[in-house]
């Protein structure tokens, strides 16, 4: 169908036609006039987060809404082919290099990754309704990215991760890439931190407030965490933190829920620490704290945490219950290598 014929149609026909379009020839569509774009922006198609990466891979993917199954992808390779087309995406054109209608992908060259990225997401948040992406930046990338990250495109963004297990990030890296991208649900670091690490340094003059601080975020992954200490963790202010490789003893861990119990920390629904091989020392870990085993009519087995996507189910048979002063309930449970810290939202969860 030609596109003229399809802006003749009535509007109503006309979202109806393109709401059931695979992502591939909405973007052709989108390219063909001005006027279609403008109709496909009344039409709000919505997707599922958009992600992108860079690094080993240069690429930006959609996946469907349980995120096992993609359903459009434009790979940058790193060997360059031949040019075989164009595609001209918020008013300007990038080389196409392979286009696959089956598989829903589109190659370019990775040449025009960074001059690519920033045109092509603003083309597609023209199109898709209420976009949200999240980014994955290889922090060895970071220098040869900073002419492309002041982009406004870039703090549309809702989660960020900080890729490179070798790589260290410095203070001012991290200020850098958390200003230029402002994601608004959570971040997940990979790297390694420096040594003087800020984990809360909130800096505020009278126009700006920057948020130098990686307690704040909703959700809060870092594997890597280093010697935070444990007066931060009292700061934390997360929904859920998913913290790896810290100096917290058990010790620390019962100060820390002593901390809740007094009604502190009151978004936290799980904090997640590894390190323990072995069962904790329950007598230290729950020193001074009254709680009880689990009791089936006081709550059900499993709990499930939602991070971004995938939903995890934690099995709180052995789990030791206590609740904080406003009556909060919350579970400690040991499993595999980890000490899970949960707060029951709802104590039978579907
Ligand atoms: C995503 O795709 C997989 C594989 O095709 C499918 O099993 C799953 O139900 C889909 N999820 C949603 C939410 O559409
Ligand atoms: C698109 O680019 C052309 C050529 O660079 C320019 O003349 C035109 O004004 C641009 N149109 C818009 C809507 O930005
Ligand atoms: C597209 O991918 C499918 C599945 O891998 C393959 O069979 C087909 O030959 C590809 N088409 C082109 C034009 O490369
Ligand atoms: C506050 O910080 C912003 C960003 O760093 C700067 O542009 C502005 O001049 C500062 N304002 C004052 C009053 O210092
Ligand atoms: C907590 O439970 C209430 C009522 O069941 C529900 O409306 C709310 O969305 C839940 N909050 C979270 C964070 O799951």
Redesign the pocket.
Known sequence: MSSIKLLSFPLLIFLEIVRSMEIMEILELSQVSRRTLNYLNLARISVETVHVVNGIVDKITIFNKSCTERKFQIEFLKTPQPVVGQMKVNNISIDVCGKNTTQQIINCNSNQFGYGLVHILTHMDKIFYRMEYSIGIELSTLNAMRGVLCHSIFRKCDYVQIRGRKETLSNEDCKYLLEKTQPTTGITIFSKLSPDFDYKKFSKNSTTQIHFQILHFSRLRVPNLGKMPLEDLKALDS?IANLGNHQFKEVDINDFLHHWIEGNNKKL?RLKLDGFKEAPDWDILLKDIVYTEWNPKERGRYYKSKYTDEVETIDCENGRDFRNKDGQLATVVHHLQFLDFLIW??SFPK
Do not use: F, K, V
């Open positions: 929904e629904r939202n709802d």
